[in-house]
């Protein structure tokens, strides 16, 4: 049985010889007869470097161009409306506007005081105490919310005025 099985493998190696030398003709014919199409591929354009003609000018790119520009209109600006850089600052300046939320208002003969909180913490604020971080000064308030007058700078660096509000949060619980 063994001699059989091996004379058939020996057969069968034989037979796969000729099939392979066969293929290796026709492989070699077709690659005499394809030629390869190359395309030009087209010039590159050459690059033309940019000179700036005076070191003494301003760079377009620096961005502190913008700055000295709009540094430059508010020194110019006489609104009166730019805030006082030296004030103390007031606990409630610390945070943006809309991280602080009124949850009341207390009140006591010839003051009120509005309740706001702010990190979980809350703060008794009365008419003229600032709050936000654009200088907002608390101007009205009311059982349901607290008037604010903000001044911030605007795109040509003028200080402008706007007004903003607190809503009371009433609480679910």
Do not use: H
């Not at 050459?46 to 003494?56: G, I, Q, R, S």
Request: hydrophobic share 35%; net charge positive.
């Amino acid at each position: 049985m063994k001699r059989l099985l091996l004379a058939s493998g020996c057969l069968l190696l034989a037979s796969c010889g000729s099939s392979t030398d066969e293929v290796r003709q026709w492989m070699a014919d077709v690659k005499k007869e394809i030629r390869p199409v190359a395309t030009k591929l087209p010039e590159p354009k050459t690059y033309e470097a940019f000179v700036y003609p005076d070191k003494n000018e301003v760079d377009p790119f620096d961005p502190a161009k913008i700055t000295n520009v709009l540094r430059k209109l508010a020194a110019k600006s006489n609104n009166g409306l730019a805030p006082d850089p030296n004030r103390r600052k007031e606990p409630l300046e610390a945070y943006p506007l809309d991280s602080i939320s009124m949850v009341g208002t207390l009140s006591k003969p010839g003051l009120q005081f509005v309740l706001l909180r702010a990190e979980g913490i809350v703060y008794p604020v009365k008419l003229g105490n600032y709050v936000g971080q654009n200088f907002g000064v608390v101007t009205k308030i009311s059982d349901s919310q607290v008037t604010l007058k903000e001044v911030v700078q605007d795109a040509s660096g003028e200080w402008v005025e706007r007004i903003s509000t607190l809503q009371l949060q009433e609480s679910t619980k």
